[in-house]
């Protein structure tokens, strides 16, 4: 499976164009999750059962504990965020491949709390990329 697990939901750190990403992500087969939904038993078989996982920098990335060794994660970042590479770390033990984006923080004084916007071009062909091992 591959999916992308939205934020839309939260109060922030969201992608402000999200809309125009998932349409990206939906010509791709990523099916989009509202980890919101699901209960933790949950997102434990879905991860487990992922091969690709994309989601905005936070604690959602901490589902790839439950993918398997080889599978692949996309973090989206801050671009102002240089300094956070916990779920690189994390990929990195997991023996997960790990690729990242970066998007465009709207308010620099939030730092890593910043809403973001993506470019969908940028996106998609990094996109590209990351699910060429299939």
């Known amino acids: 499976k591959r999916i992308y697990m939205s934020r839309e939901r939260a109060n922030k ?3 402000l164009n999200e809309t125009e990403i998932i ?3 939906k010509r791709y087969d990523f099916e989009i999750i509202y980890v919101e939904e699901l209960t933790y038993e949950d997102q434990v078989r879905l991860c487990s059962e992922t091969s690709h996982l994309i989601s905005i920098h936070g604690a959602t990335l901490a589902n790839m ?3 398997k060794s ?3 994660v996309m973090e989206i970042k801050n671009i102002n ?3 956070n590479n ?3 770390s994390l990929a990195s033990s997991l023996n997960i491949n790990y690729y990242y984006t ?4 709207i308010n620099i004084e939030k730092d890593n709390q910043s809403d973001i916007i993506v470019d969908k071009n940028l996106f998609e062909n990094e996109l590209k990329t990351f699910i060429k091992e299939d």
């Open 70 to 72: 080889g599978t692949s």
């Open 65 to 67: 504990l439950f993918m």
């Open 13 to 15: 750190r969201k992608i």
């Open 86 to 88: 916990c779920y690189y």
């Open 102 to 105: 970066f998007g465009k923080a």
């Open 81 to 83: 965020d240089y300094h």
């Open 23 to 25: 349409n990206i992500l």
